[in-house]
Every structure is written in structure tokens, then in C-alpha cells.
């Protein structure tokens, strides 16, 4: 079989998914790269030996009839626009996650993926996660009982270096970090827990972040950028020269099944870790560490006072990679999905879910913690996804 033939459209950080994606002779091959910088483009050149074909502009790698499908990896607000272009020239698309910064913009996308036909994946590589797939395992052998309440804690070290000093800092590029970075463990949620996001609440502010200095407008991020771990956190700087985003959140969701969920984000913690607490009607879970050879601990038996140690407890397995093994295992599905369709561990609809929470939870951090209502996916768009991206027979 023909080697799956790749185009990356945008190559910063990320382009370690695009490295998981160059397996030339195993199933896909980067045949061609683009980027707006010509020194990002020439300088991640050197890592796809295969890449014969470079540009600044995607709509000449979306011309290309040698390229079969792409990657596109390039800031949150400029999703929208770069997804429907590729979805039009017909190339199946590998969109990095947040789908879009609007419920707006991921609801053209979908629409567009139908209206051409082209098969449209959204790249949620936490459902790949070893800890992430653990956790709903243990949940769906039923271990501790139905879901009934999921709390998650999220601990951002690096949030300086990684969220406030660039294009992610300001809220015209990307919402929020309740939704840029958040839509990850909304997604999670919703996975473990069966349903999706009918309400929301959520409070937050700029606590750490408003007051650390910033770049003069015009200034790029400093080659040793992410080099700059300085501690405590309040000796920070350099940051992007537009800083709105909050820093510290917290989210409460009510899913259509009933279960009540919350989720908790800070930016300026010493450490960098999720934990995950799952309540159901017959015990709980929970985890400790998120990676490869990581905890989750399920009490299933009581009452009783705290105990440290639980009845029963699981061993994320090994797994090698980016993202504790997530990038491989996703970029594996991805070109399974490009080849036959089908079904998949991850889901565009359920991408739009969590973004349309993340972003009506924002709105309402910025309105005094009113809740809203998500408003649900249009049922006969939500159907043809349903049905694995095909029109009714
Ligand atoms: N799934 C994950 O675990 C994960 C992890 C990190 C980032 N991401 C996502 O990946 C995306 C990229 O993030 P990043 O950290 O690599 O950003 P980045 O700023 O490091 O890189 C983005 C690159 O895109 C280029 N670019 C911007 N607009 C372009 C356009 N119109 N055409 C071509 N190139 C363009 C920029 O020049 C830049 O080199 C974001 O959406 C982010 O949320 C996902």
C-alpha cells in the first residue's frame, strides 16, 4: 500500500505531531510543508527528509493533487479559515485541537466537512493518552458503579512560559485558556462521563500574569524562550505584549445525562499535572501522575475515614512518544481514518462540545459567573458525523 502522502500547514511546537506522522514506507510520509515564517519553514525543513515541496502560502500545498491529506497546526484563531480551505480542496484534515475560538466557527466547519464530503478529524490526543484510556476502562467495566460527578484539577507549571508569551496570551487569538487549554479536559470529561455540557458556570481572573513584564509590541518571543523557567513565578518576563487571558479559573458543568462535573486551572503552580477524580454510584477513582507508569487508585469499598492506600490499584502502561504515547497512537488512527473513514476514538462533534462549553464558560468568567445554556449541535448535522461522515443511505 501506498504511503499516506502529508501536507503540514504550520510547523512551531507542535510539529511534534507532525514528526509522529512521517513513517515513509509504514503508512504516511510529510510530503510537503508550510509556514508564513520562511525561517521556520527552512529551519523545520531539516526534519522531513521526505518534504520535496515548501511554501508560505497553504493554498498552493491545498493545490497540490500529490497531497492526499493535511495537518493543520497553526494558532486557534486561524483554524477556522485554514480548515474550511483544506476541507473545500477536498484533503482529508487533521486539525489540531481547539477546533475554532467560537461555537461559530466550529459549527462552519462541520457544515463545510459535509457540504465537500471530505472527511474531517480533530486532533484530541488526550482520548490517546494511556492514563485518560485507563480511567474510562476502569469506568466502563464498572467498577465503581454509573459516573455520577467528575472533578479535575489542573496544575499548569510552564503556564508563563508556554501560554503568556506569545499569540495564546491575548484573547482575540484564542478566547481563553478555559477554552484553549481547557477543551482538552472538557473533551475528557465528556468522554469518561457519557454526555456533553448542557450548562455552565465559571469564575476566573488575572491574578499572576497582569502584573509580570512584558515585550515592547513588535518584539518576537526570544529564541530561549521556553528556556526561562524562572522561580518563583512572579520573577517572570518577557512576556507577549498583550496579556488578557486569566490565569487562574474554575468551571462547573451540568451534562445532558445528569452527571455534574468541574474542572480547575492555574498558570503559576510549581508542577505540571492533571488529576482526575471520578465519582460513581458504587466507588471512585482517581489518579496519580497522568503519564506513562502512573497511578489510578479506585476505592470501591466503606465508608471509612481517609486511607491512603485503596482496593484496588492500575498501572498506566509504558508507552514511548510525545504526549506519554498519545501522538503515535492518534496519528495511527488518523491515517487509518484518511484511508477507510469510519469510526473513530475521537469525534468532531464532541471537539465542538467541548469548545462550545469552554467558550460559554469564559463568557461567563467575564460576566460575574452567570451561567448558559450550550446550545446542542444542529441534530441532522450532529447525525451525518454520527453515521461516520456519510449521508443517509
Ligand atoms: N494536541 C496537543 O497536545 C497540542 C499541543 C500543543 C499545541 N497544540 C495546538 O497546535 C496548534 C499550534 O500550536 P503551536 O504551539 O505549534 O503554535 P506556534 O505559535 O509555536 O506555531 C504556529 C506556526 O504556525 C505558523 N502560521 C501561522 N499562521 C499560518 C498560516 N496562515 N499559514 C501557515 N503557517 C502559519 C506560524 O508562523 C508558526 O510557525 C495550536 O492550535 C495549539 O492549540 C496542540
Known sequence: MEDLRIGVIGLGLRTSIALAADRPGKGAVVAALCDLDPAVLKRQSAKFPSAGFLTRDHRELLDRPDIDAVIVNTPDDTHEALAIDALRAGKTVYLEKPMAITIDGCDAILRTARESGTRLYVGHNMRHMGVVRLMRDIIAKG????????????????????????????????????????????????????????RVNALGDLLLHGDLPRRAPGTPRPDDWLMENDWPPTARKDLNPVVDVEDVSVMNMRLDNGVIAAYQQCHFTPDYVRNYTVIGS???????????????????????????????????PDAQGTHGGADVQIMSEFVRFAREGGVTDTSPVAARMSVAAGYLATRSLRDGGRPYDVPPLDADLAAYFDRGQQEAA
Open 143 to 198: 467498577v465503581i458503579g454509573e459516573p455520577k460527578t467528575v472533578w479535575v484539577r489542573h496544575f499548569v507549571g510552564y503556564g508563563t512560559e508556554f501560554y503568556y508569551k506569545d499569540w495564546h496570551a491575548d484573547r482575540t487569538r484564542t478566547t481563553g485558556l478555559l477554552l484553549q487549554k481547557a477543551t482538552h479536559d472538557i473533551d475528557v470529561v465528556h468522554w469518561l462521563a457519557g454526555g456533553y455540557t448542557t
Open 282 to 316: 458504587e466507588g471512585r477513582l482517581e489518579n496519580f501522575g497522568d503519564g506513562p507508569g502512573a497511578t489510578v487508585k479506585v476505592w470501591n469499598t466503606g465508608p471509612t475515614q481517609y486511607r491512603e492506600d485503596c482496593d484496588i490499584a492500575y498501572k498506566v
